[in-house]
């Protein structure tokens, strides 16, 4: 996609599909406009699609992402749950994180940042040095369990 141009009101899924041709700029109008909520929705949909169990090695762990910077500054919570080989998606579940999950980490940005580092356009290691991200929990399990769903990190 040209820099130029992108269809704000083109399906989620169209929009996710492009995801790594997009801009930094572009995220952010997508993130802004009026699919911006279902395009994250879909983007996490397709993150619990992609879970790879085998890199999971049998955990139960709960992964909260609180992502801000949405419309008038609201923030949304997306929570990943892994259960042995099965991966569930929660969207702005109440009370956040359910009791007896297994292992937790919550990592807290703003949504263009998680976005760039789901496409692989940003270092996740570097906006948690700069503290961009935030990550609550075991730092070593946070960087581990976002290879669980296809998303680049460096080793």
Do not use: H
Request: net charge negative; with cysteine; glycine share 12%.
């Amino acid at each position: 996609m040209s820099d130029s141009s992108v269809d704000l009101t083109a399906d989620p899924a169209t929009l996710v599909d492009g995801l790594a041709a997009l801009s930094e700029r572009q995220t952010e109008e997508v993130l802004r406009g009026p699919n911006g909520d279902a395009f994250l929705d879909e983007l996490f949909a397709r993150m619990r699609d992609s879970f790879q169990p085998e890199k999971a090695s049998g955990e139960d762990a709960q992964v909260q992402f609180e992502l801000s910077g949405g419309p008038g500054g609201t923030t949304r919570t997306f929570v990943l749950a892994v259960r042995g080989a099965a991966c569930e998606l929660s969207i702005d579940p109440a009370g956040g994180l359910a009791p007896g999950g297994g292992r937790t980490v919550t990592v807290r940005t703003d949504r263009v940042r998680l976005v760039r580092i789901v496409a692989g356009q940003a270092n996740a290691a570097k906006l948690y040095i700069t503290r961009k991200v935030r990550i609550d929990g075991d730092l070593k399990f946070g960087g581990q369990v976002l290879s669980w769903f296809g998303v680049p990190t460096e080793d």
